[in-house]
């Protein structure tokens, strides 16, 4: 298994621009979730998803966008890049009330 | 408000040291902990959880962290760290059957 993946590993944006952050896992969890990590803050959600065709706004949502039509993938769009945004992000997946496994993060500037 | 509060952000150690970062958690939600370490430019590891049953967990790398309910507290500790165990520490802890919520984390730094 390869566990939870992410892509791209780096990306750099200007303001104004759009772009879809990836994430995959083959563990056949039915929940997934986005964190974003910032300094002194720990990680905050951002969104998350129960399973296929259900996703919910997490702690920070605004900006940010997300669909989950398989179990497998679950993507964060975000809309219109801002400064604000430049952050670490981590796809996470989980079976149940229980361990989470976070892929290897995405590092995102935004100029 | 605060679900998880990691009362140190940075912490310094010399090797073969013992070392406790601390965790406070709000008492109204479930006692499901976790401690998670992200090593310089990776992801996320569990280190250990506490679900139910002994107080007392052990984790990986030598690690073990202690639920104190009527401290609401859920501190890790190691009795002897290694150069290795430099990264940044975070507690967690799931608000319902699905959301982790994190503290803001602990920066351990191990010196020779």
């Known amino acids: 298994n390869a566990g939870v993946t992410q892509t791209p590993k780096f990306q750099v944006l200007k303001t104004g621009q759009s772009m879809t952050l990836q994430c995959a896992q083959d563990?056949?969890?039915?929940?997934m979730s986005w964190y974003r990590q910032d300094p002194g803050m720990g990680l905050r959600l951002i969104h998350y998803?129960?399973?296929?065709?259900?996703?919910d706004q997490g702690e920070v949502p605004n900006g940010y966008n997300v669909s989950r039509s398989t179990t497998e993938d679950f993507p964060l769009r975000l809309l219109s890049a801002a400064p604000s945004q430049t952050s670490v992000y981590f796809c996470?997946?989980?079976?149940?009330?229980?361990?989470?496994?976070f892929g290897p993060g995405t590092r995102l500037t935004v100029l | 408000a605060q679900s998880v509060t990691q009362l140190d952000s940075q912490v310094p150690v010399f090797e073969e040291a013992p070392v406790e970062l601390r965790c406070n958690y709000s008492?109204?939600?479930?006692?499901?902990l976790f401690w998670y370490v992200q090593y310089p430019n990776q992801g996320l590891q569990l280190l250990l959880k506490y679900l139910s049953g002994s107080t007392l967990v052990k984790g990986i790398n030598g690690f073990e962290a202690e639920f104190n309910k009527s401290q609401t507290s859920f501190h890790l500790r190691k009795p002897s760290v290694h150069i290795s165990d430099t990264a940044e520490y975070f507690c967690a802890v799931i608000l319902n059957d699905y959301k982790l919520s994190f503290g803001a984390g602990t920066t351990v730094t191990v010196r020779a």
């Open positions: 998803s129960v399973g296929a065709g259900i996703t």
């Open positions: 008492s109204s939600v479930s006692v499901y």
């Open positions: 996470a997946s989980k079976a149940t009330t229980d361990t989470q496994y």
């Open positions: 563990m056949n969890h039915e929940y």
